[in-house]
């Protein structure tokens, strides 16, 4: 019996996916978990593990091809089965194409890991295996269904990507992903993103193609601009006990977990939010929603845009700890390798760009945050101390905030209670 | 209220029936002049006398059918098995005559009777006396299983099986004889098959009874310090097996661990899954997880015994598993 290798769910706000090209050519032998594609979605590159197992009798999608979720590339079965049925009534376009295939693996590969696993890749799969093609609890399929969300559209994070209850109220309470998707009950009414322009192209100009990250990535910063109310509060950190403090703890570390300024930025934004569990919040229209975890992202800079590699309760979590993950996950992230669950579920963001000389800037909150807090570059400045002009190291930070979550007063106190960890930062470690 | 131990308890239960219905008597090995293997009936035999108070021949099969006569003819036995891993020996007694007879012979006689046993690992008794068979005997129908975790339910219990037509197994695990708690004075009887919710909680639902019941409540307590409200539902009758309240709580909590000291395959956790899934489908946000005894032979050897039991750590485990 003939099976699809069908385009997996990479992520919640996922809707289609790109075939970049198949590892494997008609009449190849298929096993379970092997990787037989190449993926790209709009935050990574990952590879395309199969579900099914069999002989590889025909391809349904072309290398290039945008596919939605769940849609069939590739039917599996035993070697000679008819599946004429299975690709569209024997239809030549859609039979067994191996010359663009050949043709695609002669061409130089991107240097994604082949090898490597990614076994979030295969778990988010949706299959004939499940009903509905997505892998659920009772419960949750009954709430889905009473609310009329599609389980397709929900990132399961229970084993192998299986959707649970929290996941189907967690997406009932968040904004829609992407603004193309009707709006979900909870949320206010968006107005329509504007379109762009149309530009001419002329001999002055040139054309550069969008990676679906940059895609993603003007997506979510309209949708945030459009319908997040943003006020902004900035604060300035004296950083000298910080700063002798990362000395000293970085003579005791080995080099994989050495301690960045970033990384008690992150702790201290992580501790504040324990203070202020409003900020660590999203606005769902009726309700404000308060996460009872922090995980704090932190914004990377990648090829073609950026990703927020996100530390899972970040409050409890030690400085080493927040270090030793940060750097994997940046490094992933840099190199095409991220894993969907390095980049899903941040509470509160952290963007910082003391590493190019900034004063002070403002970010754009990344939805559903409420917040999300701008770090400009640690600085030595002159300072007034008991009315004596002194050499003083400061930093600035400005948060972004959801005004309708939070007010100014909250922010500032935030920005206080952030301040404080940082100048006193033995706090940090108890 | 006092605090005494289940010990006590079931001391105190007994005494009072023999004391309100002189058909009530007492049989065993060693329960009369040495006062019980556990102590349990210690001064009986002095203040009821030889003929309520009957030591029989080191014979389970004597013990059982003899109970399974007198009950027949109109007295109200309480027969005690030195431990559940003897009533091996007595199985026909009781699950072909004490548990058949009613209905087989058209409800001509009754079987008024309970058998009294002490069950249970984590004593070093090697692996033949250490079982938890509990489901074996809760296998077949005419048979109520009783077992009690705490001295409350055992007192309760107790006084309600010696007044129940019907025989009744009554197991107590031995480990539990010295566990105390509150136990109000004057009678009162609790009904045989109804479970109970023994700790409320939102998060998980843990079903146990006997020394499962108290293994998943040190769990709960520890789950509590992390911030997991754990439910804990005492089933105390393995037949009738009340499922109401943990179908509820299951409704609540979306997720349940079923914790049982027997071993894990064909135990009362399979039972429980069972019925978790047939009566509350639509609810189930999470494999249903059984924390029992490691299918071994219990070893003799103090570390690996405790390694082939249950504990509290499992308990946590096997929740963070599906939380």
């Given amino acids: 019996m003939a099976e699809y290798i069908v385009m997996p769910k990479l992520g919640f706000d996922m809707r289609e996916g790109v075939l970049n090209r198949w590892l494997k050519e008609v009449g190849d032998a298929v096993h379970k978990g092997e990787v037989v594609a190449e993926i790209e979605s709009d935050k990574a590159t990952l590879e395309l593990e199969a579900q099914v197992e069999g002989t590889l009798l025909a391809f349904l999608e072309e290398p290039g091809s945008v596919v939605p979720i769940g849609a069939n590339l590739a039917i599996v079965g035993q070697p000679g089965e008819d599946v004429s049925a299975l690709t569209g009534g024997g239809d030549a376009a859609k039979a067994p194409a191996p010359t663009p295939v050949a043709a695609t693996a002669a061409a130089p590969a991107p240097p994604t890991a082949v090898a490597e696993p990614a076994p979030a890749a295969a778990t988010e799969t949706l299959s004939a295996e499940f009903p509905g093609g997505v892998k659920a609890t009772p419960v949750a399929r009954r709430l889905a269904a009473e609310k009329g969300l599609s389980l397709a559209q929900v990132r399961g994070s229970g084993p192998g990507g299986r959707v649970r209850r929290a996941d189907v109220e967690a997406a009932l309470v968040q904004p829609p992903a992407a603004p193309a998707m009707p709006a979900a009950p909870a949320t206010p009414v968006m107005p329509a993103a504007p379109t762009p322009t149309a530009v001419a192209i002329g001999p002055d100009s040139e054309a550069v193609s969008t990676t679906r990250l940059r895609q993603a990535i003007a997506r979510r910063m309209v949708e945030s601009k459009v319908s997040v109310p943003h006020f902004y509060v900035t604060t300035e950190v004296d950083m000298e006990a910080a700063l002798a403090l990362r000395q000293q703890i970085n003579a005791l570390l080995p080099d994989e977990s050495k301690v960045t300024i970033n990384d008690l930025i992150v702790k201290a934004a992580a501790l504040a939010l324990r203070d202020f569990p409003n900020i660590n919040a999203t606005f769902a229209g009726e309700q404000i929603v308060r996460h009872k975890r922090i995980h704090v992202g932190t914004a990377v800079a990648v090829e073609g845009g950026l990703l927020t590699v996100v530390q899972k309760d970040t409050d409890t979590a030690t400085l080493s700890k927040i270090a030793t993950d940060n750097k994997a996950m940046i490094a992933r992230a840099r190199a095409g390798k991220v894993k969907p669950e390095d980049v899903e579920g941040s509470t509160f963001s952290v963007s910082n760009l003391g590493a190019f000389d900034v004063d002070s800037f403002i970010a754009i909150i990344n939805p559903p945050e409420a917040a999300i807090l701008a770090v400009g570059s640690v600085k030595q400045v002159p300072v007034v101390v008991n009315g004596q002009l002194a050499i003083g190291t400061r930093m600035k930070a400005t948060i972004s905030a959801d005004h309708r979550v939070t007010d100014g007063a909250e922010a500032a106190q935030f920005m206080q209670a952030f301040k404080k960890y940082l100048e006193t930062p033995l706090r940090l470690l108890v | ?323």
């Fill in chain 2, 1 to 323: 209220m006092a605090r005494i131990t289940m010990r006590q308890a079931i001391t105190d239960a007994l005494r009072e029936e023999m004391l309100r219905d002189e058909n009530v008597f007492i049989m065993g090995q060693e329960v009369g002049v040495w006062g019980g293997t556990y102590a349990v009936t210690r001064g009986f035999y002095d203040e009821f006398g030889p003929r309520r108070v009957r030591d029989t021949p080191i014979s389970e099969m004597v013990i059982g059918g003899a109970a399974v006569g007198a009950a027949m003819n109109g007295l109200r036995p309480v027969a005690e098995f030195m431990t559940i891993n003897f009533a091996f020996v007595a199985f026909d007694a009781i699950v072909n005559h004490a548990a058949k007879l009613r209905s087989m012979f058209g409800g001509q006689m009754k079987v008024p009777l309970v058998f009294r046993a002490p069950g249970g690992g984590g004593r070093q008794l090697g692996a033949t006396h250490s079982h938890t068979p509990d489901v074996i005997f809760a296998h077949f129908p005419g048979l109520k299983v009783v077992s009690p975790a705490t001295p409350y339910d055992a007192k309760g219990l107790l006084k309600a099986a010696i007044r129940s037509d019907d025989p009744v197994l009554f197991i107590e695990h031995a480990t539990l004889y010295q566990l105390r708690g509150e136990v109000p004075e004057g009678e009162y009887l609790l009904p045989i098959g109804k479970a109970d919710v023994k700790r409320e909680g939102s998060d998980v639902t843990l079903i146990g009874y006997a020394q499962g019941l108290q293994v998943a409540m040190e769990a709960a307590t520890d789950l509590a310090k992390e911030g997991i409200e754990a439910e804990v539902v005492d089933l105390r009758a393995l037949r009738p097996l009340d499922m109401g309240p943990a179908v509820a709580s299951f409704q609540k909590t979306f997720k349940a661990v079923v914790v049982e000291e027997g071993h894990r395959s064909y135990g009362i956790g399979a039972e429980v899954v069972a019925r978790l899934q047939e009566e509350a489908f639509d609810y189930m946000d999470a494999p249903i997880k059984r924390v029992a005894q490691h299918e071994v032979p219990l070893p003799y050897s103090r570390e690996l015994e405790q390694a082939a039991l249950i504990n509290k750590q499992r308990v946590i485990d096997a929740v963070k598993e599906i939380l």
